[in-house]
């Protein structure tokens, strides 16, 4: 999760952002805490409950897409997710992300499957963040 908010943080270039985040688990002046405090503060992120960031735990797709979503500004979506057989397993919070993700071409799918839950390689990352930011 700190490294795709890191990855983030240098495609908007607030690589000199200065300012402070809240979360218990993003001390100061560790590598990713400039980039966490300034999804923060964007409103890109907002944790995993009890003021946690969880920097250093894998990212997942839908994780992925709404921080993607959130920086675009959490724009709506019409696309159906019905043609993927697990779209019943998308967290409430994060199908119109998901939704918004694939209408666009960011999201694809694993084998027919949105794979939500699922974690998020590096390459995934980098190609989502790259086809975001096209």
């Known amino acids: ?68 979503w959130r920086a675009s500004g959490s724009p709506g979506s019409t696309q159906s997710l019905a043609a993927f057989p697990d779209a019943g397993t998308c967290s409430n919070w994060a199908s119109t992300a998901l939704a918004w993700a694939v209408e666009r071409g960011i999201l694809n799918g694993m084998d027919g499957r949105l794979a939500p839950g699922g974690t998020a390689t590096r390459a995934q990352a980098a190609a989502m963040l790259t086809r975001y930011l096209q």
């Open 1 to 68: 999760r700190a490294d795709f908010v890191t990855m983030l943080t240098r495609a908007y270039q607030m690589n000199d952002y200065v300012g402070g985040g809240s979360f218990a688990d993003v001390p100061a002046g560790q590598w990713y805490s400039t980039a966490v405090s300034w999804a923060q503060q964007s409103g890109i992120v907002q944790g995993v409950g009890e003021n946690r960031f969880a920097p250093m735990d894998s990212i997942t797709r839908e994780q992925l897409a709404v921080m993607l």
